[in-house]
Nanobody, 115 residues
Framework: QVQLVESGGGLVQAGGSLRLSCAVS????????EGWYRQAPGKQRELVAL???????NYADSVKGRFTISRDNVKNMVYLQMTNLKLEDTAVYYC?????????WGKGTVVTVSS
């Protein structure tokens, strides 16, 4: 059973930084895509960033240049470095692991950006 556990969320002032971490455990297929999604109050869950096991990345336009996704395939960790945070970045952030035939989610970590 694959499990994803996020950490690193919290309260930060606009313009500040946070680093989210996602610990992945269980039986993982070597070819996969890991990513971060977020869901703001009253809105649908949206993609933030993706990274393949080969290191190819993809970002939502709203976070390009501010957020950086990375992964450590040895430690089975995924990270999201967030800088220059804006009020609109406030959301629950979810870690995701997508394999050919499976899709896994963490329970989320809350990021609140204050003015």
């Amino acid at each position: 059973q694959v499990q994803l556990v996020e950490s690193g969320g919290g309260l930060v002032q606009a313009g500040g930084s946070l680093r989210l971490s996602c610990a992945v455990s269980g039986s993982i297929v070597s070819i996969n895509v890991e990513g971060w999604y977020r869901q703001a109050p009253g809105k649908q869950r949206e993609l933030v960033a993706l990274i393949s096991n080969g290191g190819k990345t993809n970002y939502a336009d709203s976070v390009k240049g501010r957020f950086t996704i990375s992964r450590d395939n040895v430690k089975n960790m995924v990270y999201l470095q967030m800088t220059n945070l804006k009020l609109e970045d406030t959301a629950v952030y979810y870690c995701n692991l997508r394999e050919v035939a499976s899709n896994y989610w963490g329970k989320g970590t809350v990021v609140t950006v204050s003015s």
